[in-house]
């Protein structure tokens, strides 16, 4: 069991990285943001930049990695396909970059060992102060295509190799912001950050008639919420175990790749998950910039 | 105007012309004015049809109207056509087809209007490698149809 989770609470840890962030909470991170009851999804966005997407599963304890990096790329679909930032799509982040920096070079370790677990804390130093590789990017010699978790276990012990890290630098999350209760939650989704969520908290694997799914045991986990609705008040959960939830979902027509890794979240049990103070909304992507046409496909034709 | 021109045209309305099974048609297209931005972004490709073969006129107005047509009908998702890059390639797979292909038209028969397509559409679309928006979609079908309008001769 301990592959599907991977969630070390580090409240000392945390509250030393929150304490250097330039804007640790959503007061100060967007003093404008006013709250309403509007629906946000943002899972659009991602499969509008990439539409064959499809949550993967991890193969060690290293959720922190999955859904952090998932956040990332909610975020930058987000940037792109919403907010019209001048950025292109290329790819996935590499979960075993945000894992084994939040293992290793965010906490200033040479060998983190062989066991599995990372804090939201840490993620978010990792993918703020040490950056994100990405799948599909040449990275001089290297090139990640598939997911692989004897990387995240080898990484996690030694942390991202030396040469990769000046690439990972140049794609940092500009901001990270603790997010503790179903409203503060709302307000950061509504304006498009996604929130990487660590909880001791665990679910029933099948949603109810409305796509929620009723608290069940613990799992020391970490997710992604990445949507908010207010008809019956929750946040939209993503998980990384691949395809791993049915029943009935909301909306009705959420594509299968989604449907699949996804159920809602009820509000007091979201507040409950976010009150560990371990969770974060993403903002601000140093994302790719975007690569010039040749043409408009025109020339040597007409 | 030579046979293959004649069949080629014919095939072109044959295959597009709506509810054509009753009969190919060279009756001029209805097409909406575009609107004034959209006339000067265009204009040199119209001054450039002014003096083309008719056929090819024809042929190139049929060609850029069911091309809107198909821009506006992907809009489901996943889209078929969802960035810029997949944009310019079916850019250049119909132009092959149609132009190319099924008109036998070659390269640089008509001296500059290649430079003055790309030309509008850097204009309205840039030059960058990114997701099309549900604006850009609407904006692209509008400058297919303003290509088509071009070829009328018309504005």
């Known amino acids: 069991m301990a592959r599907f989770y991977g969630y070390e609470p580090d409240p000392d840890g945390t509250d030393l990285i929150v304490s250097g962030l330039p804007m640790p909470t959503l007061a100060e991170a967007g003093p404008r943001l006013r ?19 499809h ?29 019209g930032e001048r950025e292109e799509w290329a790819g996935r982040v590499l979960e075993a970059s945000v894992y084994a920096f939040s293992r290793c070079e965010a906490r200033n370790v040479k060998r983190a060992g062989m066991q599995d677990g990372s804090s939201g804390g840490a993620a978010a130093l990792a993918v703020s102060e040490w950056g994100t590789l990405h799948y599909g990017i040449d990275y001089g010699e290297t090139r990640f295509e598939a997911y692989d978790p004897q ?6 012990n030694t942390g991202v190799p030396d040469e990769l890290e000046p690439w990972a630098k140049k794609r940092c999350v500009k901001t990270v912001t603790l997010v503790r209760s179903f409203d503060e939650a709302a307000l950061a989704l509504q304006s498009g950050y996604p929130i990487a969520v660590c909880s001791g908290q665990g679910f029933v694997m099948t949603r109810d008639d409305q796509g929620f799914c009723r608290t069940r045991g613990s799992w020391s986990h970490c997710m992604a919420f990445v949507g908010v609705r207010f008809d019956r008040p929750g946040l939209l959960c993503v998980n990384s175990w691949g395809d791993s ?23 007091d049990v979201a507040t409950y998950m976010l009150r560990g103070g371990d969770s974060f909304a993403l903002s601000s992507y140093d994302g790719f910039p975007p690569r010039k046409l040749p043409d408009w496909g025109f020339q040597g034709v007409l | 105007m030579n046979t293959r021109h004649i069949i080629a045209i014919g095939l072109v309305v044959f295959c597009f012309w709506p509810g054509s099974v009753s009969g190919p048609s060279l009756a001029p297209t209805k097409i909406e004015t575009p609107s004034a931005e959209m006339l000067t972004a265009t204009r040199d490709i119209k001054r450039i049809f002014a003096s083309a073969n008719p056929i090819d006129r024809v042929l190139w107005t049929e060609c850029f109207l069911r091309v809107a047509q198909i821009v506006e009908a992907d809009d489901i998702n996943p889209h078929v056509i969802e960035n810029s890059l997949t944009c310019r390639a079916f850019n250049r797979a119909t132009m092959i087809f149609l132009w190319k292909g099924i008109g036998a038209n070659h390269p640089a028969k008509y001296p500059g209007l290649a430079e003055a397509v790309e ?14 928006t549900p604006e850009d979609r609407v904006k692209l079908a509008a400058l297919y149809r303003a290509f088509a309008y071009a070829g009328t001769g018309k504005g």
């Open chain 2, 119 to 132: 030309k509008s559409f850097r204009e309205f679309a840039g030059d960058e490698v990114r997701v099309l």
């Open chain 1, 55 to 83: 949550r993967g599963a991890q193969g060690i304890g290293s959720c922190v990695g999955f859904g952090w990096a998932f956040c990332c790329d909610v975020l930058a679909a987000v940037e792109i396909a919403i907010h």
């Open chain 1, 35 to 53: 709250a309403s009851t509007k629906e946000a999804l943002l899972y659009p966005a991602l499969l509008q930049c990439s539409p064959n997407w």
């Open chain 1, 245 to 267: 939830n049915t029943g009935e979902h909301y909306p009705k027509n959420m594509p299968e790749a989604v449907k699949k890794c996804s159920f809602w979240v009820d509000a």
């Open chain 1, 151 to 156: 990387r995240e276990k080898t990484w996690g």
